[in-house]
Structures are given as C-alpha cells and as structure tokens.
C-alpha cells in the first residue's frame, strides 16, 4: 500500500518563529489532507489540498502531486499552535479510505 | 461542512467487557470510516461501514472484536468487544463523499481498567 512520510518527526520553537513541514508519498493520490491535533485530541481540518498552494491566515499549505509530497507552512508560531499535525493520503483505488502518517509534533513555548 | 456527533466522549471500562460507539452525521454521507488512535500513535484505519451490508476491515482487525453497524446514511455504530488494556485508544469516526474532503468525529477516548 501507500506510505506516507513526515518531517521532521518533532519540532521545538520559539513563539513567532516560522516552520515548515514536510510530507512524502510513494504513489498517486486523489485528496490530500493536513490535519492539527489538539491536546484534547480532537483533529481540526487545516486545509484540503490534492494539488497546488492554499493559504489560511499564518498557515499555507502547497502540494506538488508530480513529485509526490506536501509542504505545511507555519508562519509567526503561537502557542496555540502546539500539537500533532497530520498529513493523510486517499488513494486512486477503489475502496480505499484516508492513509495517515505518522505526525510531526509540534511545541511552541513563549 | 458534515457536523459529527460521536457518543460517548470517553469511558473507562472493565476488561472482558464491551463499549458501543455512535457517530451520527447531519446530512446523508456517502462514506463512514472507523479509525483507531493508540496513545503517541497515529491513526490507523480499522474498516469502512457500509450502509446496509457488513462492513469492510483492514487487515489486522475482525468483525468479531469490532462488530461495526451502518443502517443508514447518516448513523454508525463502533462496538469494541471483549476488552483488554491493548485496546485503551481514541476511536474516531470520519466522513466522506467520494472524492471529497473528510471529515472527523470529536473521538472516544477509551481507558480499559
């Protein structure tokens, strides 16, 4: 099946500091997802993004499907901003569903 | 957007026991998924629920240690059966049409005691 690779697998910031996280896939996908989860573990959509760059606030977000792999950008970091961040894949093939990986976790301290 | 309700929000349960999860979705959606989140871990796919017929698991998970419902488009039931510590996760239920965005439950915390 798909595998799907984050980077880096933790992060440490200052507040108001930027960072840039990365997500590799091995095989062609129709959706891809960047999800924030919170310390209550709930998953906040951040942004829907088969293809191209979408921006939301400090957070943008671009995927290059050619090359396989998505990059999240988080711009001036809060502390609000701490969690995990998820990338998730659905393949072209029937029947399947989201594939997640494994998170990068992400702490901001003031 | 698809608003989810997922029922309970957490539980702590005795081993040997079972745990029944509800999602229920405000509009008819044309995918419901079950996943599993053990602690530090990221989300594994556990099976599709299908509407009217017997749902579709991933390799690893069973019907009989998780017996999933769907008898409709909008309501699904997660049940968790016989259970041991290995089984205290966060289980989220997600939505989907085809091809679209996913969306995800606020998840049941499970502490099995």
């Known amino acids: 099946g798909i595998q799907v690779e984050q980077s880096p697998p933790d992060l440490i910031l200052q507040e108001g500091a930027n960072s840039t996280l990365r997500c590799n896939f091995s095989?062609?996908?129709?959706?891809l997802q960047w999800f924030h989860q919170n310390p209550w573990g709930q998953l906040i959509n951040l942004f829907y993004i088969p293809s191209g760059t979408k921006q939301n606030g400090r957070l943008s977000a671009t995927t290059v499907a050619t090359e396989r792999y998505s990059l999240l950008y988080i711009s001036s970091s809060q502390t609000t901003d701490s969690g995990v961040y998820f990338c998730?894949?659905?393949?072209?093939?029937?029947?399947?569903?989201?594939?997640f990986g494994k998170g990068t976790t992400l702490s901001v301290s003031s | 957007s698809a608003v989810i309700s997922q029922k309970p929000s957490r539980d702590i349960c005795q081993r040997g026991t079972s745990l029944t999860i509800q999602c229920q979705v405000d509009?008819?959606?044309?995918?419901m998924f079950w996943y599993r989140q053990q602690p530090g871990q990221s989300l594994t796919l556990i099976a599709t629920?299908?509407?009217?017929?017997?749902?579709?698991?991933e390799s690893g998970f069973v019907i009989d240690k998780f017996p999933i419902s769907r008898p409709n488009l909008t309501f699904s039931t997660l049940t968790v059966s016989n259970m041991s510590p290995e089984d205290s996760s966060i289980y989220l239920c997600?939505?989907?049409?085809?091809?679209?965005?996913?969306?995800f439950g606020q998840g049941t915390r499970l502490t099995v005691v």
């Open positions: 998730a894949v659905w393949t072209n093939q029937a029947g399947t569903a989201l594939i």
């Open positions: 997600s939505v989907a049409g085809r091809v679209t965005e996913a969306f």
């Open positions: 629920a299908n509407q009217g017929s017997e749902a579709t698991y």
């Open positions: 095989d062609s996908v129709n959706n």
């Open positions: 509009s008819q959606v044309t995918m």
